[in-house]
Structure formats: C-alpha cells, structure tokens
C-alpha cells in the first residue's frame, strides 16, 4: 500500500499492463494525468492532432501487435471525438482502452458536480454504453487499480473490444492509499468454455464426408492468431479458402487454394465458388451484409459449421447446422484432430480442378495487367516492392475496395482497414499506430483523396512525433464510392461528390515538413515508393487517376454473389 494522487495510480496501473504508449490530447479536465506524465520515462505520449484520430492510432496500434491501445483526451467535446474510433474498434472487435477525464464528480470541497451542466461536461458513459464492452467511472482513488485491471482484461478476453474508463477531476487529483495487484473481480463477464466435443465430432463427420468444402475465414481468425490451423485445415481437406474483408490476410492470398475475399466487391472466384460449396466451414465471422450480399442466396447448397467465441454471431444472419462458441485456434486444432482420422490428405480431387478452373477464368490477378496508372496495376507493383511483413491500411472507400481485390496479403495483421463502420479517415491515424507498435517494418496507408483529407492534419503527428509512414493517395478529385453508386444506380446524377483539385498533396506534404512526390507513370509510381520506403520522414504520394473509374464487379443491392455486375 502507498499514499499516491489518482492520476499516479492511475499510471502506475497503466505500468503493471505494460503499457508503453498513448495516443491523446490534453484538456483542462485531465490535466493531472498529463502533470503526472510529465517526465514520465516508462509510457511515451503521442499528441495527436484530433482526437478521433488518437482513437484510431491506438486502434492501428492493437491491430498490427495485438495488444490493448490506449487513447486519452479531456472531457466534454475531447471526449466525443474519441466516439467514432470507439464506434470502429466495437464493430471491428479490437481491443482499445479509452481515457477520458470528467468534470469532478460529486465529493468533498468540489465546486462543481457531474449533473450540473458544468463546462465541458457530457455523459461519455451514456454516449458509448452501445459502442463498448464496458465502460467505467471510479469514484475513489482507491478503485483506479482494480478498474484498470478489469479493463484490460475486458478488453483483450473473449471477443475483443473496447472499454472506457472516465475520470473525474477530482478523483485524479485526490490522494489515497492504493493498493496494486492482479486481481480481476467480474460478476457475470464468463468466456466461452473448450469447444463442445459432440460438435467438433459433428463438424469432422461433415467435412470428412464433404465432396465440394469451401473454408471461409473472418477476423476472428486473424484475433485468435488461427492462421496456421486454417492452412493446415485447408491441405487436409484440398478446401479453398476465401476469406471475409476484416479476414484478409488470415490465409496467405498467393496459396493456391486462396480465392481472395467474398463480398459486394470481392473476388468473383469466391463469390461464384461459394454458391457450390456443400460443406461451408466458416471461422471468425459475423457474415455481415457486405460480405454475404443476399441472405437468402448465400452458399445455398452448403451444410454450414460455424466456429466463433461470440455466441451472438450464432444464428444471427445465417441459419447454422454445427455452431461451436469457442476459440477459433483451440477449435480448429481439435476439428483438424478430429477430421484428420476420417480423412487421409488427398493428392486431388475433381473439387480441386474446379477451384483451379474458376480461378483461371475469373480471378482478377491472372487477367491481363495493363500497365497504365490504374489502381489494379499500381497496387499489383506495391505487392512487389513491399517486404512480406509491411503493413498496409487503406482509408474507406474505392481505394480500400481496390486494395481488397488486387493488394495480395500474405501474413496476418499486415492488412488493416475499417470494416463494419466504414469511417473515412481511418487508414492514415491507423498507419502511425501500426509503425508505432512495428517500427522496424515499412507500413503504408493506401488512400483516398477525399478520406485522406480527413485525417491529414495527423501528418504534424507523423512528422514532429519521428513515426515515418507512406501515404499512397489515388487521387481521382471525388468522392469515388458514392460518385460511383451514383453513376451505376443513380442514372449518373452527380450529387455532393466533386472535391476539384484542391489541396495540392505534394506542397500540403511539404507544409507539415515530410515529403510529397507526385507519380503520373508506372515508372514514376515504382521510383516513388522506393523513395517513400528509404526516407526518414512521413512521405505523401500523389496519383491521379480517372474520375469515372469504376471498381468492378459489383454486387448490387439485394443481389445475390454470383449476380456480380462489371467488366474488370
């Protein structure tokens, strides 16, 4: 036990997580943790410049190492501009703890309460009840030890997640007696026990019997680090493997038996290959709408084994014939146990040549590679200039869509992008959180124009901070996505999307001190990423590309995958 201030036992207990950044911005209402920070050698502050962004930095953070990110700001608006990136970790299941300081609660010699309509006041534990795992608000000093550890273990157990912890001034700057240990003291918080015996021996009679099995993984598998097991699963069984959008790069996409992602924008191997599927394993998955399009058409020949640790995911979308609620590594290994009795490892099948057929015939990557600037041949050369183990992020929108269908992932935790909410502005904050966790493998943000311009003041960060970053800005002066809905579904009545060529990236790069090149060739595009990689400072670059160009094919609403539309 010792006698500390809130906001000291509150670092201290940041320490024993071994926590060794936060992403933040100060504010009068959390001041005292930033008095206590000063001079602090053991956990590094990074001022971001927007506090959405420092949300997204420690989320890009927890993505690339798989550790808890930390992001803080200060009360009232501080603490409702952490609300998108929260609302992004939620959906995309990444585990961030968010600090938020708070007007002083109600105590001893408080001039001010929280109820009172005070300066800077709102209920960020309202506001984010829906968008959390949980959220905290110790009232004594006293708790801070125990809130965090709970916290943290909320937040990275299970199925990973956001948590809030909001604190008042007042307990900040009070002093107590503190006492710091491992406990963890959860009524009611219970993980999903081993998986269920009778299901694995279920699922292995159906995959073992299956003649057309189709593997299909999601970012649980990447979170539970099951990568290996679905390689193994997929040799075993011959099985192709697509993967969801937050799945990309679970299951390396240059295997032979990799049909790149399902979806409205997604691989037409997969989406045609999925609807002649008789046994569907499916792994870490929620089966959102982008990556089923029609619920009713999804793998409608398919018996369906759905592995996840959420047992709300089960049913929910899809109706499934063996749910096993566990861990997607612990359960696969006990499935690939399990089936590899049943089964011997086959040298081919006819399931095979026809994955093999379809691949040929409609894989986007074994067409013809133009070599103009055109997004499928620019992100074709960044696969070959980057190492294995960069990361890539991509911002929202035609870019990320792109990246999806021509960037080939290969490792897990190297392809990090906004899924379930979409958020414009994600992928750059993301890509410093990613260098700052892997500071020694090159990481760049495939980005938008218009998504870019949302986070670009996050390049004074980049640059004051030393945290060096590509930013591959596909430029086509328009909001592409949307413009596209509208050119396809809309009769072409352009709407609110024309961004004309303001800013100039290359002097607005220049302007925060990094650099800004400009490539307007295949040849200029190679020699810039080059420069990008080899420079010490964040590096913009600048492609302009056709504002009509379309990412094909397309899924349209209500249809189902094989319905794809496009020429690509």
């Not at 201030?5 to 504010?27: D, P, W």
Request: with cysteine.
């Amino acid at each position: 036990m010792a006698k500390m201030t809130g906001a000291r036992a509150l670092l201290e207990s940041l320490e024993h997580q071994k926590v060794e950044v936060i992403f933040g911005i100060l504010g009068g209402a959390i001041l005292p943790v930033y008095d206590e920070l000063c001079g602090n050698k053991k956990i590094r502050h990074i001022l971001a410049r927007h506090e959405q962004c420092a949300a997204h930095e420690a989320e890009g953070y927890a993505r690339a190492s798989g550790r808890a990110g930390v992001c803080m700001a200060t009360s009232g608006p501080g603490a409702t501009n952490l609300v998108t990136g929260i609302a992004n970790a939620y959906m995309d299941s990444s585990p961030i703890v968010a600090l938020t300081g708070q007007i002083p609660a109600s105590g001893v010699n408080t001039s001010y309460m929280i109820g009172r309509d005070a300066f800077q006041e709102a209920d960020i534990i309202g506001i984010t009840t829906a968008i959390t795992k949980y959220s905290y608000q110790p009232r004594t000093v006293a708790e801070i030890p125990l809130t965090v550890n709970n916290a943290f273990y909320i937040a990275t157990t299970g199925r990973p997640g956001p948590v809030l912890i909001d604190l008042p001034k007042n307990v900040q700057s009070a002093s107590a007696e503190v006492e710091f240990t491992n406990k963890i003291d959860l009524r009611g918080y219970k993980l999903p026990t081993e998986p269920d015996l009778a299901r694995i021996a279920e699922a292995s009679d159906l995959l073992a019997k299956a003649k057309f099995p189709l593997i299909l993984a999601g970012g649980g598998v990447i979170i539970a680090g099951a990568s290996e097991e679905l390689v193994k699963m997929s040799d075993l069984l011959m099985a192709p493997v697509a993967t969801t959008f937050m799945g990309k790069g679970a299951f390396p996409e240059n295997h032979p038996l990799s049909l790149g992602s399902i979806g409205m924008h997604g691989n037409p191997a997969a989406n045609k290959l999925m609807g002649e599927a008789d046994v569907l394993l499916a792994a870490g998955t929620r089966f959102s709408d982008r990556a089923t399009a029609n619920l009713d058409s999804f793998a409608p020949n398919a018996k369906k084994i759905h592995i996840d640790i959420d047992n709300a995911e089960i049913n929910k979308n899809i109706e499934i014939d063996v749910p096993i609620v566990a861990d997607a590594k612990v359960s696969m290994k006990m499935l690939y146990a399990a089936t590899s009795q049943k089964l011997k490892k086959g040298e081919g099948t006819a399931w095979t040549k026809r994955v093999k057929e379809a691949k040929e015939q409609l894989s986007p990557l074994l067409k013809d590679l133009p070599r103009d600037l055109v997004p499928k041949s620019l992100l074709t050369e960044l696969r070959k200039l980057l190492p294995e183990s960069s990361i890539v992020t991509t911002e929202v929108g035609q870019n990320q869509m792109w990246s999806a269908l021509y960037f080939q992932a290969l490792k897990p935790r190297t392809f990090i992008s906004s899924g379930g909410l979409g958020t414009m502005g994600f992928g750059f904050p993301a890509a410093i959180g990613a260098k700052v966790a892997c500071p020694d493998r090159a990481v760049v943000d495939v980005a938008g124009d218009g998504s870019f311009i949302m986070s670009e003041q996050e390049l004074a960060c980049s640059v004051t901070e030393n945290i060096p970053v590509t930013v591959i800005v596909l430029n086509n002066s328009i909001l592409g996505m949307v413009a596209q809905w509208q050119r396809m579904l809309y009769k072409r009545r352009y709407m609110a999307v024309h961004l004309g060529k303001t800013p100039d990236f290359v002097k607005l790069a220049e302007a925060y001190g990094a650099q800004g090149l400009r490539a307007t060739s295949i040849e200029e595009f190679h020699k810039a990423v080059k420069t990008a990689l080899a420079s010490k400072v964040t590096t913009v670059i600048d492609v302009p590309i056709g504002s009509e160009t379309d990412v094909v094919p397309f899924v349209p609403p209500g249809c189902g995958l094989p319905q794809q539309i496009g020429d690509y």
